[in-house]
Every structure is written in C-alpha cells, then in structure tokens.
C-alpha cells in the first residue's frame, strides 16, 4: 500500500475534476536513473492502450 500512496500524493485534477499524474514525478517516485530508461517503460505503456483499442491521446496528453 506504500505505492499507493506514493502516487496519490502525486495525483493532479484538472479543471473538469480528471486525474492525472506528471510523468516528471513519476520519474522520481519510481527511482528511475535515467530518463531514457523511463521513456521506454512510457513508450511501452502508449503501444499497450494502442494495442487495447483505446485512443493514445485519450491518456496521454502527448501522442
């Protein structure tokens, strides 16, 4: 549950109450070192809502 925390310390709401997370702060709560090696795991994660069906602007604010 320590996670869990972790990232709803670091969860945002915009003006129409959606939630979001800044992958600056992701970057850092997940104990990356590198900035490439994290910009895989995003690169991943976008091929994966892709994969589902789902629209990869929809949950990511860059495509």
Do not use: P
């Not at 915009?14 to 702060?25: A, K, L, P």
């Amino acid at each position: 549950m320590a996670n869990q925390s972790l990232f709803e310390s670091r969860k945002h709401t915009n003006e129409i109450g959606q939630e979001y997370w800044n992958v600056s702060e992701l970057f850092k709560v997940l104990e990356y070192i590198k900035w490439d090696k994290f910009l895989n795991v995003i690169d991943k994660a976008k091929e994966a809502y892709k994969n589902s069906g789902f629209e990869v602007l929809d949950h990511f604010s860059r495509g």
